[in-house]
């Protein structure tokens, strides 16, 4: 069974940073994309940063490129999400998905997400 | 960026009743499109990928159909657990992107 367990979420003043960390079980983790998108309060999902599966490659939002940082180790199964300089637009529940395939895809499995909230 | 837009944004119907949201792209995206089903407090659900492809355990009065730019997600008989916000995404580009969502309701 596919299983994706985020953390690190909190409270964080603005200007602040935050790890966030995604473990994944049930699947062949390198074998995979891996995405962050995130969910502010009554809003659509916004898909934030992807990471291929394959080589590695990494590719974000225009909203947080230069800020964020996602990374991952397969010989851990773990996803992270390095947020740096947070915003209050910033807040959000942050969800890790897996892709479908090892580039763009569409996300077959989501986690039950983790709550940022950026305030002073 | 592509942009996806969604209409209706609210959609009120009747159990029974057949259900169409439409998807629009800015620019086409050939079949690379999924649609998903959320609920409050839980996380978003696959239903639909490469356009029409049923998500394997999705029911089958859920359909998706396009190519190009215009896409439908298409539910054939509303059943009391469909009543949630739907989403369409394309992945044709390495910046996916969401639609705004339609909140299917109860009339």
């Known amino acids: 069974e596919v299983q994706l367990l985020e953390s690190g979420g909190g409270l964080v003043q603005p200007g602040g940073s935050l790890r966030l960390s995604c473990a994944a079980s049930g699947f062949t983790f390198s074998s995979y994309a891996m995405s962050w998108v995130r969910q502010a309060p009554g809003k659509g999902p916004e898909w934030l940063s992807a990471i291929s599966g394959t080589d590695g490659s990494t590719y974000y939002a225009d909203s947080v490129k230069g800020r964020f940082t996602i990374s991952r180790d397969n010989s851990k199964n773990r996803l992270t999400l390095q947020m740096n300089s947070l915003r209050a637009e910033d807040a959000a529940v942050y969800y890790c998905?897996?892709?479908?395939?090892?580039?763009?895809?569409?996300?077959?499995?989501w986690g039950q997400g983790t709550v940022v909230t950026v305030s002073s | 960026d592509i942009q996806m837009t969604q209409s209706p944004s609210t959609l009120s119907a009747s159990v029974g009743d057949r259900v169409t949201i439409t998807c629009r792209a800015s620019?086409?995206?050939?079949?690379?499109l999924a649609w998903y089903q959320q609920k409050p407090g839980k996380a978003p659900k696959l239903l639909i990928y490469k356009a029409s492809s049923l998500e394997s355990g999705v029911p089958s009065r859920f359909s998706g159909s396009g190519s190009g730019t215009e896409f439908t997600l298409t539910i054939s008989s509303l059943q009391p657990d469909d009543f949630a916000t739907y989403y369409c995404?394309?992945?044709?580009?390495?910046?996916?992107?969401f639609g705004q969502g339609t909140k299917v309701e109860i009339k």
């Open positions: 995404q394309q992945y044709n580009s390495y910046s996916r992107t």
């Open positions: 998905a897996k892709e479908g395939g090892s580039g763009p895809n569409s996300f077959d499995y």
């Open positions: 620019q086409s995206i050939s079949t690379w």
